[in-house]
Structure formats: C-alpha cells, structure tokens
C-alpha cells in the first residue's frame, strides 16, 4: 500500500490532487500497525522537503516497527509554492542535486555509528545514529521517474526503479538504458493511473508490463473517493487472481 507525499494543497494541483494530505510516512506507521504482511511505500517521498537526518530516523523508526514492510520511494519535488511553504526555497533550483546528497545522508546515518558528513548542503560531525532499519543495509530505494537526471540518480542509488505512467515499450527501451548506466540489472517497476474504464483490459495491461521485465506494477485510483477507490481495488484484485500464480511471481499493489 502506497501513500504519496505531499504536506500542503497548491493551486496548481486543484483539480488533480485536492488538498487533502494526510502525511505520508505518520499514515503508513497507522497501516502498520493494522496490518502484518502489507509492504507499506512512499510514492515518493519528497526528499528535499525535510532534514536528511530527521527523514532517515523517520524511516528507520517505521521500518522497526513494522518489522521490515517499508519500501521507501524518493524523489525530487515539483512544486516551488510547497517547497516556500515548507522554509526550503533554497534548495528548490537545485533539488536535484539536494535529492542525491539527502540520499547519501540517509544512507550514511543508516549504517548507524558515528555519523559525519560535509556536503554542499548538508553538513555535521560527531552524530550517533541508532538504531539502524530493520532491512539491511536499508529499505530499499524506490527512485522515481525517466529523466535523465532521474536516471542518472536511479543508477546510483536506486534497488527499484519506478516510473509512472509509461508504456511497457518505453519501460523496456528505457530500462535497458538504464542497466548499462548503472553496469547492473536495476529491478524495473511501474506506478499506472486506472480508472474505472481501464479495468476490462487491466490484465493484458499487467501481462505486457511483465513482458517488459516489470516485477511489480503499482495501480494508482488518483484521488477518488474512499469507497469507490475501495471497490475498484476488490474489482481489480479479482480482475487479477490469475496473474500472480507463484508467491514469487509478479506483484500488484494500489494506492
């Protein structure tokens, strides 16, 4: 179960999105405390929005707690409105470049110990970092998006890739390029809006995503109402049924 990551409303969202946000990584905390074999996602957590240090302990507490469920997708940001809501403007013209040195903080303060680190924007000494996640050496990293910044970010750090709203076609001839980039085979997923109307096809959708080495597909109902989000994730779970035949075989989830 995902949940995205946004902490005000913008106008440039109204219509899309809404205003309504519930902060990402407090609610996935609530859902694993009601749930035991759930993997919990963030899709994606803004990197650039909070203190590396503070989001690296936010995760690792989440991590512990549910017993090594999070799967942590990060990302860049968008908005220049939320990130002035937020006090980090600064970093907004750069947030690439802030994305990639957070990640380093993160996983720096994740191996646990003393921590030190100087940087172009980040920078401390003599910080004890404990406890370390649960996941070792880390929750794995969701890095999202086909730019080539993006790409060039996901071969660094990424364990999963995961694009939104891509063809299979694309997924394939992208992800190719991304695996001599990284000079490994970076495990590919997909995050696709579905609405009501998509669900017929939803299966032959899945199966071509499959066909482009995708090992997981995640199905995004974008801001609907609660039940309706409800009865489109039974429909598709049952659309679904005999996709996944083997425990190991490919996942689906929704947010």
Not at 35 to 52: A, E, N, Q, S, Y
Request: aromatic share 8%; with cysteine.
């Amino acid at each position: 179960m995902w949940a995205t990551d946004h902490v005000v409303g913008v106008r440039a969202t109204r219509g899309v999105y809404g205003d309504y946000w519930l902060d990402a990584l407090t609610a996935l905390t609530w859902i694993a405390a009601t749930t035991k074999r759930v993997r919990l996602g963030t899709g994606v957590l803004v990197v650039p929005h909070r203190d590396p240090v503070l989001a690296a302990k936010m995760a690792a507490t989440l991590d512990i707690l549910s017993g090594g469920r999070l799967d942590l997708g990060v990302g860049t940001g968008w908005s220049r409105v939320e990130f002035r809501a937020l006090g980090v403007e600064r970093l907004y013209e750069s947030r690439g470049r802030a994305t990639n040195e957070g990640l380093e903080v993160m996983r720096a303060c994740w191996s646990g110990g003393q921590v030190d680190f100087s940087g172009e924007f980040f920078a401390f000494r003599h910080i004890s970092f404990e406890p370390t996640p649960w996941q070792k050496p880390h929750p794995p990293l969701w890095v999202g998006g086909h730019s080539g910044p993006a790409l060039r970010r996901a071969a660094r750090f990424a364990d999963m890739w995961h694009p939104h709203d891509i063809s299979p076609e694309e997924l394939a001839r992208i992800g190719d390029r991304l695996d001599e980039m990284a000079g490994c085979l970076v495990p590919r997923s997909v995050r696709i809006h579905v609405t009501e109307e998509d669900l017929p096809g939803l299966a032959d959708t899945v199966d071509a995503y499959r066909e482009a080495a995708c090992t997981q597909v995640v199905l995004d109902f974008r801001s609907q109402p609660c039940d309706l989000v409800t009865r489109l994730t039974e429909r598709a779970a049952e659309l679904l049924s005999l996709v996944s035949s083997t425990p190991t075989d490919h996942a689906v989830s929704a947010r």
